[in-house]
């Protein structure tokens, strides 16, 4: 991870640069303006002209840290002949072309940048690949268990302290209330928001509040991993056994094992598209199901496929219909993504049923 101390080394050092501006480091204190701290500054020189700028650097290349920095940057008022710089260890092109519509100038540790002298000179340098992806040490809090953390806003938007989504999350949890899994800790809630509030995806402030459920559900989607599995089975029952749905219900209730309906197999609890007679449930324990079954192994025109899992986010927030589990509508969108694309078709249909809730959820607080 690079520090603000390295990266006013390499400045020192003469090592941040972009062709055919040169920069040199001015010795000496920066000016604090109001409760606002600067980090350095410098001296910019191209063809016999040369600019001053008031420097602001962030160790971290997030969406975040960008935007402090150019908030900072943006509402200042600088002292009398400086021009305002941002300096962080990577900058997206986006960033870029946000920096020169806001007339701040900045650079990377990479070899990117914006120089703007406005009627003198202005160079725009991108393209350069991310140099620093370990910037922000922390784990694809978008995938797997912690994942979790990231779903339990479109279960509920608002929450008053981190205790209180650690708790919803272990409510929400299958796994969990039937002691297959530990509780999620403190710890790794907390991790996890860290990042979604430095990824502008949370605000954290008198409340912990989702701000993009677009850009979210987008971050899940594409972090998405199919649950790890351990097995499965299709078996073909009997139609004078009546129900499946009801038949492998009691079998879960006399087990007190959790059972849910896959993503796919949820589909028309959320929208309509027709499926056909399988039906596809997720069970951490299958041979205890397996032991009491009445039905026969086939892979020709089955009508039950169970498949073994320990994934904690397939049984997370759960929706019931006559004491039927189904896959919640984030794990159905997101099962319905890595489909065909008459999947995600149907996803976009499902898509609209999550953010709607949440509008709905909003209008009533």
Known sequence: MTTKKEIIEWLRRDKVSLQPISFRFMEGSTPAIGNNSFDALVEASWQGGNARFIVKCKSLSTPKAFQDGSNLLKSCELPRGY??????????????LNLEQEGISGMDL???????????FAVFRGGEKNRFSSSAPIKNIYRKNSSMVSRV???RSVYKMVQDIQSEINQRNLLVSHREKKPMSL?????????????????????????QADKLLDKLSENYCPPKTTGMIRLKIPEESGSIREMILKLSEELNLPLVATGISSVGQYAVMQRGD?????????ELFVEKLNGSRTDRFPNLEIIETGDGTIYFDTRQTNNFRWSSPIQTYLELMVGDKRDQEIAGQVKSIIL???????EKN
């Open 153 to 155: 806003f479109f279960a």
């Open 110 to 120: 990479c070899g990117n940048g914006i120089v703007i002298v406005p009627g003198r």
């Open 356 to 362: 709607n809730g949440l509008i709905r959820h909003k």
């Open 83 to 96: 021009l305002p710089m941002l300096i962080m260890p990577f900058l997206r092109q986006e960033q870029l």
């Open 278 to 286: 399988l039906l596809s449930v997720y069970c951490p324990r299958l």
């Open 187 to 211: 710890s790794t809630v907390s991790k996890a928001l860290k990042t979604l509030e430095q990824d502008l995806i949370i605000s954290r402030n008198d409340t912990i509040r989702l701000l």
